[in-house]
């Protein structure tokens, strides 16, 4: 008998600097696809504003690394958070 994992897709939006940060990379890294909306972000944040979406511990993992989130961070306390 076979067994199928299911993949659980999340996405979280956020916002930061294109030209100080190479989100692209980041993401590619991190197996995270990125949608980048130049010029949508709010001032107190960072200019831009992009969405991340990827497996919930690939998130965790990319805003631990690059986003100073804490390790033990539960997804939705992320969401809320950024």
Same mark, same amino acid.
């Given at each position: $008998?076979?067994?199928?994992?299911?993949?659980?897709?999340?996405? *979280?939006?956020? $916002?930061?600097? !294109? =030209?100080?940060? &190479? *989100? =692209?990379?980041?993401?590619?890294?991190?197996?995270?696809?990125?949608?980048? $909306?130049?010029?949508?972000? =709010?001032?107190?944040?960072? &200019? =831009?504003? $992009?969405?991340?979406?990827?497996?919930?511990?690939?998130? *965790?993992?990319? !805003?631990?690394?690059?986003?100073?989130?804490?390790?033990?961070?539960?997804?939705?306390?992320?969401?809320?958070?950024?």
């Amino acid at each position: $008998m076979k067994t199928f994992t299911q993949l659980r897709e999340a996405s *979280i939006t956020t $916002m930061t600097d !294109f =030209d100080e940060y &190479p *989100i =692209d990379k980041q993401a590619k890294a991190m197996k995270l696809k990125v949608k980048k $909306m130049k010029g949508k972000g =709010d001032a107190m944040m960072g &200019p =831009d504003k $992009m969405t991340l979406t990827g497996s919930e511990s690939d998130l *965790i993992k990319y !805003f631990v690394k690059y986003m100073g989130a804490d390790k033990r961070v539960k997804f939705t306390d992320l969401k809320k958070e950024f």
